[in-house]
């Protein structure tokens, strides 16, 4: 699937609404129980992009973006300004954030990763398109230098260190990161005049399994 390392414009997503979305497949039993099951192992966020648009300017720079990536058919970054950090969001991201792998002496490959807790449950969600020149990683809580002992690629979020953690330490990161995530229509449909009336465009936004 084609894929263009571009972040769709921040401050048109910024006011967006959106979130995580589950399948769930339910089916009542004749007694009333229910039997649940989802074939998702992992969430798909939808957001709407027109709602962040604020003036015919932005009209112009969304259409620009839609065009060049060809309606549906290039996927792109998306920040989420909800949820874009391996922290909470009025935090600053530390190295010790979330826990990516335990090493056993030999793998030097590490998935980026963030986990969310309630109560006694969690799910743990990959993270793939980290932001350049924001991971920052640490082993046993001693903190690694980039481009020396580690590298982070931007396409992939693979941690790739150049001596394999030790067995049983802790491989911890912190970082920001985007969304991957393509138009969810052919269409983009907006009116000067209506606009101006405070109508904006309906603009969906998908993400995309990679």
Not at 120 to 132: A, C, D, G
């Amino acid at each position: 699937m084609a894929f263009h390392e571009i972040r769709f414009p921040a401050n048109l997503s910024f006011g967006s609404v959106g979130g995580p979305e589950r399948r769930t497949e339910i089916v009542t039993l004749a007694n009333g129980f229910e039997e649940r099951n989802s074939p998702w192992a992992h969430s798909r966020r939808r957001y709407d992009a027109g709602v962040g648009l604020r003036s015919l300017n932005d009209v112009e720079t969304l259409v620009a973006f839609f065009e060049a990536r060809a309606g549906q058919l290039h996927g792109f970054r998306w920040k989420d300004w909800s949820d874009f950090k391996s922290c909470a969001p009025l935090e600053t991201p530390a190295p010790d954030d979330q826990l990516i792998g335990i090493g056993d002496g030999e793998t030097k490959v590490f998935q980026l990763r963030k986990t969310y807790v309630s109560g006694l449950q969690e799910y743990s969600r990959p993270i793939r398109k980290p932001v350049t020149g924001t991971v920052l990683v640490a082993v046993a809580g001693d903190q690694k230098i980039e481009s020396q002992e580690f590298t982070a690629n931007p396409e992939t979020g693979e941690v790739t260190f150049t001596l394999a953690p030790d067995l049983g330490t802790r491989v911890t990161a912190g970082f920001e990161f985007d969304v991957p995530v393509r138009f969810d229509t052919d269409a983009i449909q907006s009116s000067v005049a209506s606009f101006r009336a405070g109508d904006v465009p309906n603009v969906p936004i998908v993400e995309v399994r990679l």
